[in-house]
């Protein structure tokens, strides 16, 4: 069983920075990709940002320039680096990782709050 464990939110004034940690049981070089969602009150889930295996990135309109997705393969662990935050930016954040066999496969963590104030 895969688990994913998310860490680093909290309550940060506009402006502000943080960095969220996804902490996974197993190599991340196993998945196809993991990426970063969040999902706001009364609204949608939202994918943020996206890295492959290879290292290739995708990022939200929203968040771009303001947020960096990054991993490192010998901690098995995935950063979301969030600089410039706005209230917007107010929402669960969680981790998911896709593992593809002769199937595919989704993970998530259970997420992390990132709250951030006017």
């Known amino acids: 069983q895969v688990q994913l464990v998310e860490s680093g939110g909290g309550l940060v004034q506009a402006g502000g920075s943080l960095r969220l940690s996804c902490a996974v049981s197993r190599s991340i070089l196993s998945f196809l990709a993991m990426a970063w969602y969040r999902q706001a009150p009364g609204k949608q889930r939202e994918e943020v940002a996206g890295i492959t295996s290879g290292g290739s990135t995708n990022y939200a309109d929203s968040v771009k320039g303001r947020f960096t997705i990054s991993k490192d393969d010998a901690k098995n662990t995935v950063y979301l680096e969030m600089n410039n935050l706005k209230p917007e930016d107010t929402a669960v954040y969680s981790c998911?990782?896709?593992?593809?066999?002769?199937?595919?496969?989704?993970?998530w963590g259970r997420g992390t709050q990132v709250t951030v104030s006017s």
């Open positions: 998911q990782a896709v593992l593809f066999t002769t199937q595919r496969f989704t993970y």
